[in-house]
C-alpha cells in the first residue's frame, strides 16, 4: 500500500478521500488555490501545498503544478476525486511519465470512453445496446437532417465531447432541428472547443440507470449493482438511489451483465459507471436499455452504493491502484436494504435552479441519524466558509439508509427538516418536496418528473405568523444578550429595558413588515404585525423556533424551508439609496466578460451594458435608467462581490 497520496481536488470529494485514506494509515497531501487557504480539505490534510490563484485553470486544471506538488512532498501516487482532472487522459499520462500512480483507470481506457460517439461505436462493437442515433464523423447540417428524421423525432442532439448537460438540445420537429443545432454548435464550442455532435432517438419516459463497475490490473471486473438517478434537473442529478426504484431481475441481470462486457471491453481498472438510459413508458423491460456514457471515475453519488453494498469503494480504488486484486468476487458482492443520497446545493429553485454564493454563517446537520436509518454527512465546508463563484456551488451530500425506500425515504425527509444553513439560498426545500413527491415517494420517476412537477416543488409558502414573530421578537433587540437561541424564552432582560411597544422592520424578500413587540406586566410578549400576519401571543406558541443570526439577517427554519428576514440598518439604507442612481455594482463576484457601451455614451433605460459571468453562467447588466456613463469597468476584470461596474454622470435631470 502506499504510505503517502496527494489529492488532486477540493471539498467534499477531498475531505472523503482522506477520511478512507487515514484509516488505512496512508498519509494525505492536499492541494489548494488562494480561495481555499483555509479549506476543510486543507484542514484535514497532513500537508497541503498552494497550486495557485483561484480560478479551477489556475490551480486545480494545473496537471503541471499537481505533479510538481506530488514530487516536492514524496506523494507516491494521485487520486483525481471527480471533475477537474479526474478524466483528463493527458494528465495520467504526466502522472505516469512522473513515476507516479494515477489512481484510477489508463489514459487509454480514458480514451476510449472520453467521447461520446466514439465510446456508442465502441459498445456497439461490444454487443452492448447503444441508444439508436448517428455517431458517425460527418456532420453536414443535411446529412444530420436528414439522419433525424431516419431515427424519428423527438430526437436528441449532444455534443461529443459533452458533460455536464452541455450542448444537448431535444428536438421535436424538423423545421426546429436546423436551429438547434446550431445552438448546440455553439455552446458546445464554448464549452468543449469542439463543435461535434451526435443526433440520438429521444428515449420516452426516460430514467437515468447507471452500474457501479470496478476492475482491477489482473482482468478481474465486477458490478456493484444500480443506482437510479432520474431525478435530475438541468439535465444534472440532485437525488440518487439504489436500487433502483422497480427494478425487475431480469432487467438487472441484463444491464449489470452489459456493464460488465463494456468494463472488459477496454480492460477496465479502477471505478467506473456505465450510465444507461432506460425506456419507462411501459415499465421496465430488459430489452428497453441503452448504454449512454462511462463516467472513467468514481462518481459524486458512490456513497449509495457504499451504503447498499456495505463496501468502501475509495479503498478498492487504493488497493487496485497499489497492484492488489478486487477485495471481492461477485458473488461476494450482495445487496441490502435501500440508501438515498440528496445533494444540498447553494441555488434558488424557484428562480430556475439559479447557483448562489455566499458565506455560510450558520450550518448545522442533524446530530444523530434519524430513527431505523444510518446516515452520512459528506461534506467539505464548515460554518463560517464562502461558497465561492469559482467552484461548485455544492455544500454537502446527505445520504441515508434503511431496510427499504420508505424506511430511506422517511429518514431523508427527517434529516432534511433537522438541517440548518443560513448565508446563502439552499435547496433543502425543494429537496424535501421532492422527497415527498407523490410520484418521487411511489417510485414512478423519470427524467422529466422535476420538470412537470416544478412549480409544485419550488413554491414557498409564505411564513407563517409564529416565523415572522420570532424574526421580529430576534430583531427587536432583544437578542442583545449574547448566545441568545430562543427568543420566546429570553424576555427577562428584555422586558426590563423596555417596557412599552418597539417598532421594528423586517424584509422578506419584496415585503416589508412592521411588527410591534411589547411585553406585558406579567413578563409575557406580544409581537404585533400588520396583515395578512396576526398578532402571536408567547402563550400562544407551539414550540421553539429555530433560528440563526448572521450580519443584517435572521434566519428561521420551518422544517427543511428557510425564511431569510433581512433586519435593515436605516442608516445603510438611506447610503445605499443614494448611490443606486449613479452607480451599478457587481451583485456577486465575478468575470466582466463583454462590455458594450463606453466612457460618454448616451444610454437608454433597459439597454444592456455588459455581461458578467458569474457562476458559470452570463448576467446581462442593464441600464436601470437613461443616462450618460461616466465609467464602466474593462473586459476581462474579475471583480468582487459589490465591485462598481458602471458610473452614470452626474445629471441635470431638468
Ligand atoms: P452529460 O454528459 O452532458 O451529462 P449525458 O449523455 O450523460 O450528458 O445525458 C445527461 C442526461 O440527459 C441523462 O441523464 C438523461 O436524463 C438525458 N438524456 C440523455 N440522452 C437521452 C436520450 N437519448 N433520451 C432522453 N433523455 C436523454
Same mark, same amino acid.
Given at each position: 500500500?502506499?504510505?503517502?497520496?496527494?489529492?488532486?481536488?477540493?471539498?467534499?470529494?477531498?475531505?472523503?478521500?482522506?477520511?478512507?485514506?487515514?484509516?488505512?494509515?496512508?498519509?494525505?497531501?492536499?492541494?489548494?488555490?488562494?480561495?481555499?487557504?483555509?479549506?476543510?480539505?486543507?484542514?484535514?490534510?497532513?500537508? #497541503?501545498? !498552494?497550486? $495557485?490563484?483561484?480560478?479551477?485553470? +489556475?490551480?486545480?486544471?494545473?496537471? %503541471?503544478?499537481?505533479? *510538481? /506538488?506530488? &514530487?516536492?512532498?514524496?506523494?507516491? #501516487?494521485? !487520486?483525481? $476525486?471527480?471533475?477537474?482532472?479526474? +478524466?483528463?487522459?493527458?494528465?495520467? %499520462?504526466?502522472?505516469? *511519465? /512522473?513515476? &507516479?500512480?494515477?489512481?484510477?483507470?489508463?489514459?487509454?481506457?480514458?480514451?476510449?470512453?472520453?467521447?461520446?460517439?466514439?465510446?456508442?461505436?465502441?459498445?456497439?462493437? *461490444?454487443?452492448?445496446?447503444?441508444?439508436?442515433?448517428?455517431?458517425?464523423?460527418?456532420?453536414?447540417?443535411?446529412?444530420?437532417?436528414?439522419?433525424?428524421?431516419?431515427?424519428?423525432?423527438?430526437?436528441?442532439?449532444?455534443?461529443?465531447?459533452?458533460?455536464?448537460?452541455?450542448?444537448?438540445?431535444?428536438?421535436?420537429?424538423?423545421?426546429?432541428?436546423?436551429?438547434?443545432?446550431?445552438?448546440?454548435?455553439?455552446?458546445?464550442?464554448?464549452?468543449?472547443?469542439?463543435?461535434?455532435?451526435?443526433?440520438?432517438?429521444?428515449?420516452?419516459?426516460?430514467?437515468?440507470?447507471?452500474?457501479?463497475?470496478?476492475?482491477?490490473?489482473?482482468?478481474?471486473?465486477?458490478?456493484?449493482?444500480?443506482?437510479?438517478?432520474?431525478?435530475?434537473?438541468?439535465?444534472?442529478?440532485?437525488?440518487?438511489?439504489?436500487?433502483?426504484?422497480?427494478?425487475?431481475?431480469?432487467?438487472?441481470?441484463?444491464?449489470?451483465?452489459?456493464?460488465?462486457?463494456?468494463?472488459?471491453?477496454?480492460?477496465?481498472?479502477?471505478?467506473?459507471?456505465?450510465?444507461?438510459?432506460?425506456?419507462?413508458?411501459?415499465?421496465?423491460?430488459?430489452?428497453?436499455?441503452?448504454?449512454?456514457?462511462?463516467?472513467?471515475?468514481?462518481?459524486?453519488?458512490?456513497?449509495?452504493?457504499?451504503?447498499?453494498?456495505?463496501?468502501?469503494?475509495?479503498?478498492?480504488?487504493?488497493?487496485?491502484?497499489?497492484?492488489?486484486?478486487?477485495?471481492?468476487?461477485?458473488?461476494?458482492?450482495?445487496?441490502?436494504?435501500?440508501?438515498?443520497?440528496?445533494?444540498?446545493?447553494?441555488?434558488?429553485?424557484?428562480?430556475?435552479?439559479?447557483?448562489?454564493?455566499?458565506?455560510l454563517h450558520h450550518l448545522k446537520f442533524p446530530d444523530a441519524a434519524p430513527e431505523g436509518a444510518t446516515m452520512r454527512i459528506e461534506t467539505g465546508v464548515r460554518a463560517g466558509d464562502a461558497i465561492s463563484p469559482f467552484y461548485d456551488p455544492m455544500i454537502a451530500?446527505?445520504?441515508?439508509?434503511?431496510?427499504?425506500?420508505?424506511?430511506?425515504?422517511?429518514?431523508?425527509?427527517?434529516?432534511?427538516?433537522?438541517?440548518?444553513?443560513?448565508?446563502?439560498?439552499?435547496?433543502?426545500?425543494?429537496?424535501?418536496?421532492?422527497?415527498?413527491?407523490?410520484?418521487?415517494?411511489?417510485?414512478?420517476?423519470?427524467?422529466?418528473?422535476?420538470?412537470?412537477?416544478?412549480?409544485?416543488?419550488?413554491?414557498?409558502?409564505?411564513?407563517?405568523?409564529?416565523?415572522?414573530?420570532?424574526?421580529?421578537?430576534?430583531?427587536?433587540?432583544?437578542?442583545?444578550?449574547?448566545?441568545?437561541?430562543?427568543?420566546?424564552?429570553?424576555?427577562?432582560?428584555?422586558?426590563?429595558?423596555?417596557?412599552?411597544?418597539?417598532?421594528?422592520?423586517?424584509?422578506?424578500?419584496?415585503?416589508?413588515?412592521?411588527?410591534?413587540?411589547?411585553?406585558?406586566?406579567?413578563?409575557?410578549?406580544?409581537?404585533?404585525?400588520?396583515?395578512?400576519?396576526?398578532?402571536?401571543?408567547?402563550?400562544?406558541?407551539?414550540?421553539?423556533?429555530?433560528?440563526?443570526?448572521?450580519?443584517?439577517?435572521?434566519?428561521?427554519?420551518?422544517?427543511?424551508?428557510?425564511?431569510?428576514?433581512?433586519?435593515?440598518?436605516?442608516?445603510?439604507?438611506?447610503?445605499?439609496?443614494?448611490?443606486?442612481?449613479?452607480?451599478?455594482?457587481?451583485?456577486?463576484?465575478?468575470?466582466?466578460?463583454?462590455?458594450?457601451?463606453?466612457?460618454?455614451?448616451?444610454?437608454?433605460?433597459?439597454?444592456?451594458?455588459?455581461?458578467?459571468?458569474?457562476?458559470?453562467?452570463?448576467?446581462?447588466?442593464?441600464?436601470?435608467?437613461?443616462?450618460?456613463?461616466?465609467?464602466?469597468?474593462?473586459?476581462?476584470?474579475?471583480?468582487?462581490?459589490?465591485?462598481?461596474?458602471?458610473?452614470?454622470?452626474?445629471?441635470?435631470?431638468?
Amino acid at each position: 500500500m502506499f504510505a503517502k497520496i496527494l489529492i488532486a481536488n477540493r471539498g467534499e470529494i477531498a475531505c472523503r478521500v482522506i477520511r478512507t485514506a487515514r484509516k488505512m494509515g496512508v498519509r494525505c497531501v492536499a492541494v489548494y488555490s488562494d480561495a481555499d487557504a483555509k479549506a476543510m480539505h486543507v484542514a484535514m490534510a497532513d500537508e #497541503a501545498v !498552494h497550486i $495557485g490563484a483561484s480560478p479551477v485553470g +489556475e490551480s486545480y486544471l494545473r496537471g %503541471d503544478k499537481i505533479v *510538481a /506538488a506530488a &514530487l516536492a512532498t514524496g506523494a507516491q #501516487a494521485i !487520486h483525481p $476525486g471527480y471533475g477537474f482532472l479526474s +478524466e483528463n487522459p493527458d494528465f495520467v %499520462d504526466q502522472v505516469t *511519465a /512522473a513515476g &507516479l500512480t494515477f489512481i484510477g483507470p489508463s489514459a487509454a481506457s480514458i480514451r476510449a470512453m472520453g467521447l461520446k460517439d466514439a465510446a456508442k461505436r465502441l459498445m456497439e462493437k *461490444a454487443g452492448v445496446p447503444v441508444v439508436p442515433g448517428y455517431h458517425g464523423e460527418a456532420q453536414e447540417i443535411v446529412l444530420l437532417a436528414s439522419k433525424a428524421r431516419e431515427i424519428g423525432y423527438p430526437v436528441l442532439i449532444k455534443a461529443r465531447a459533452g458533460g455536464g448537460g452541455k450542448g444537448m438540445r431535444r428536438v421535436e420537429h424538423p423545421d426546429d432541428f436546423s436551429e438547434a443545432l446550431s445552438g448546440a454548435r455553439r455552446e458546445a464550442k464554448a464549452a468543449f472547443g469542439d463543435d461535434r455532435v451526435l443526433v440520438e432517438k429521444y428515449v420516452d419516459k426516460p430514467r437515468h440507470i447507471e452500474v457501479q463497475v470496478f476492475g482491477d490490473n489482473f482482468g478481474n471486473a465486477v458490478h456493484l449493482y444500480e443506482r437510479d438517478c432520474s431525478a435530475q434537473r438541468r439535465h444534472q442529478k440532485v437525488i440518487e438511489e439504489a436500487p433502483a426504484p422497480g427494478m425487475t431481475p431480469a432487467l438487472r441481470k441484463a444491464m449489470t451483465e452489459a456493464a460488465v462486457k463494456a468494463a472488459k471491453a477496454i480492460s477496465y481498472s479502477g471505478a467506473g459507471t456505465i450510465e444507461f438510459i432506460v425506456d419507462a413508458s411501459q415499465g421496465l423491460k430488459a430489452d428497453r436499455f441503452w448504454f449512454m456514457e462511462m463516467n472513467t471515475r468514481l462518481q459524486v453519488e458512490h456513497p449509495v452504493t457504499e451504503m447498499v453494498t456495505g463496501t468502501d469503494l475509495v479503498e478498492w480504488q487504493l488497493r487496485v491502484a497499489a497492484g492488489e486484486k478486487l477485495p471481492k468476487t461477485q458473488s461476494e458482492i450482495t445487496l441490502s436494504g435501500h440508501a438515498i443520497e440528496a445533494r444540498i446545493y447553494a441555488e434558488d429553485a424557484a428562480k430556475g435552479f439559479l447557483p448562489a454564493t455566499g458565506t455560510l454563517h450558520h450550518l448545522k446537520f442533524p446530530d444523530a441519524a434519524p430513527e431505523g436509518a444510518t446516515m452520512r454527512i459528506e461534506t467539505g465546508v464548515r460554518a463560517g466558509d464562502a461558497i465561492s463563484p469559482f467552484y461548485d456551488p455544492m455544500i454537502a451530500k446527505l445520504v441515508v439508509h434503511g431496510k427499504d425506500r420508505p424506511t430511506a425515504l422517511a429518514a431523508l425527509g427527517s434529516a432534511l427538516a433537522q438541517t440548518e444553513i443560513a448565508g446563502s439560498t439552499v435547496n433543502t426545500a425543494f429537496l424535501a418536496a421532492l422527497a415527498a413527491d407523490r410520484d418521487f415517494s411511489a417510485g414512478d420517476v423519470d427524467t422529466g418528473l422535476i420538470g412537470r412537477h416544478q412549480e409544485a416543488l419550488t413554491v414557498v409558502p409564505p411564513p407563517s405568523g409564529e416565523t415572522v414573530a420570532a424574526a421580529a421578537l430576534a430583531a427587536s433587540g432583544a437578542g442583545a444578550q449574547a448566545a441568545f437561541d430562543d427568543p420566546w424564552s429570553s424576555l427577562a432582560g428584555y422586558a426590563h429595558f423596555h417596557t412599552v411597544a418597539r417598532r421594528t422592520r423586517l424584509r422578506h424578500g419584496e415585503e416589508d413588515i412592521l411588527a410591534r413587540v411589547s411585553v406585558r406586566p406579567d413578563g409575557r410578549f406580544e409581537v404585533a404585525l400588520d396583515a395578512p400576519y396576526e398578532a402571536v401571543n408567547s402563550h400562544d406558541l407551539r414550540a421553539v423556533p429555530r433560528l440563526a443570526r448572521w450580519p443584517g439577517h435572521i434566519t428561521v427554519f420551518e422544517g427543511a424551508t428557510s425564511y431569510n428576514f433581512a433586519v435593515p440598518d436605516p442608516l445603510a439604507k438611506a447610503d445605499e439609496a443614494a448611490a443606486a442612481s449613479d452607480t451599478l455594482r457587481a451583485p456577486m463576484p465575478g468575470l466582466v466578460k463583454l462590455v458594450r457601451v463606453g466612457k460618454g455614451d448616451a444610454v437608454t433605460k433597459g439597454q444592456p451594458l455588459l455581461i458578467l459571468e458569474a457562476m458559470k453562467m452570463e448576467h446581462t447588466i442593464a441600464a436601470p435608467h437613461d443616462g450618460v456613463i461616466a465609467e464602466i469597468a474593462v473586459e476581462g476584470a474579475q471583480v468582487s462581490d459589490g465591485t462598481v461596474l458602471v458610473r452614470f454622470a452626474e445629471q441635470d435631470q431638468g
